[in-house]
């Protein structure tokens, strides 16, 4: 088994209560704070930046199921630690980070944009022109630290095809809500439910 997850308690912050939810995955234990992010749900803030060894420990575990790939990408930010260190550990010479708004040091940038359902909005992607003539013909690992509703993960698959790249996979540290737990497509290492804010009982 390559995760385990637990239970909610909750924490005394001096200023009242708060929920939170302890997690295993990868050998590495961490509590993570509940917190709203809409009116009806709750979500547990998984955030990896700055934590080397959560990072490392799922790297490596990552490193053992993931498809053969030429590249690996992830789009900014949170994603970046662990497509870094996959990379490392794979033995590769570089890795792509796709950028949400077109930087001012992007001499020549190759852009996609995808409409998020989530936000109702457009979502931009984008990496640099040279980085997209290096994606054509290969195949390409999509990686990130949480794969949700899918939207960031199919925005990188279609800037992926628009270069001429073939995504052979979606990687993973965790999946979360029900619908992304199902889903046959994705690698991931551990659960994270979804929390209504009617109940203090996890939607699994």
Known sequence: MFYETVKLFERDTGEGLMDEYLLKVAGVERKLPIVRIADNIK????VILGDTELVEAAAQELKER???ADYFITAEAKGIPLVYELSRLCGKKRYFVARKSIKPYMSDPFATEVYSITTQRKQLLCI??????LIK???ILIVDDVISTGESSRALEALVTRAGGKVVGKAAILAEGKDAVNRDDIIYLGELPLFPIESSDAIQ
Request: glycine content about 6%; aromatic content about 6%; cysteine-free.
């Open 66 to 68: 993931i498809p053969d």
């Open 128 to 133: 640099e022109k040279e980085e997209s003539d």
């Open 43 to 46: 979500i547990a803030s998984f």
């Open 137 to 139: 013909g290969k195949r």
